[in-house]
């Protein structure tokens, strides 16, 4: 059974920057595609960011320049790196690793 927890979300500041974090209870990263989403009020869940069982990585346009999406097998951990954050990507971030979803952790960015 896999469990995945995000962590690193909180309150910031337009232009400020985050670091997601999600650790895995069984090292599945490298064999398995993941990536980030997210899910803002009333809005439909969306992807952010992926990177695939072969490394590549890929991101939504809004987010391309200023968002990083990484993994450490080691550490059973994917990471996103989110710098200059708009207003508009506030929501709650989930992280999924194969077929699994981790709980969601909350990201506001208001002044």
């Known amino acids: 059974q896999v469990q995945l927890v995000e962590s690193g979300g909180g309150l910031v500041q337009p232009g400020g920057s985050l670091n997601l974090s999600c650790a895995a209870s069984?090292?599945?990263?490298?064999?398995?595609?993941m990536g980030w989403y997210r899910q803002a009020p009333g809005k439909e869940r969306e992807l952010v960011a992926s990177?695939?069982?072969?490394?590549?990585?890929s991101y939504a346009d809004s987010v391309k320049g200023r968002f990083t999406i990484a993994r450490d097998n080691a550490k059973k951990t994917m990471y996103l790196q989110m710098n200059s954050l708009k207003a508009e990507e506030t929501g709650v971030y989930y992280c999924?690793?194969?077929?699994?979803w981790g709980q969601g952790t909350q990201v506001t960015v208001s002044s």
């Open positions: 990177t695939t069982r072969g490394g590549s990585t």
């Open positions: 999924k690793v194969s077929l699994y």
């Open positions: 069984a090292n599945i990263f490298s064999i398995a595609a």
